[in-house]
């Protein structure tokens, strides 16, 4: 799989890359997928309890994934996936204002999920998918 290229960023994606054998992007070409980033900060792994500011974590660590796998950032994102546990109104908001303040050139595709639980007893997560062609 040497066409595949892996990338984790630093403190908690070097750590689950160790620990848990994954990665927080890869490259495959001219497209990144990133896999599901919550709210937690990336250094300190502290994930806040109020439920915007998770969203707006996850955002920038979907930001910092994407840089580390050589991309320019959410400019390149065409597909969103949200995860809400539960569905909450205060996060698809904040999800929206997010959208708009990270695309506010495009309108990528979204599709939102409400689970039954998420790591750590975060209330949301987030997955794209870019090109950067």
Known sequence: ??????????????????????????????KI????QGGWDPITEKIPEDLAQQ???AFANVELALKKAGGKGWSQVYRVRAYFAPFAPEAVERT?????RYCPDH???LTAVEVKGL???????????????
Request: overall charge negative; aromatic content about 12%; charged content about 25%.
């Open 1 to 30: 799989m040497s066409h595949l290229q892996y990338f984790s960023y630093e403190g908690f994606g070097d750590r689950v890359r160790t620990e848990t054998h994954y990665s927080q992007a890869v490259r495959i070409g001219d």
């Open 33 to 36: 997928e990133i896999s599901g």
């Open 55 to 57: 969203v707006d974590q």
């Open 96 to 100: 929206v204002e997010n959208l708009k």
């Open 107 to 109: 309108r990528p595709l």
């Open 119 to 133: 790591f750590a007893g975060m209330g949301f997560e987030i997955e794209v998918e870019a090109h950067v062609a």
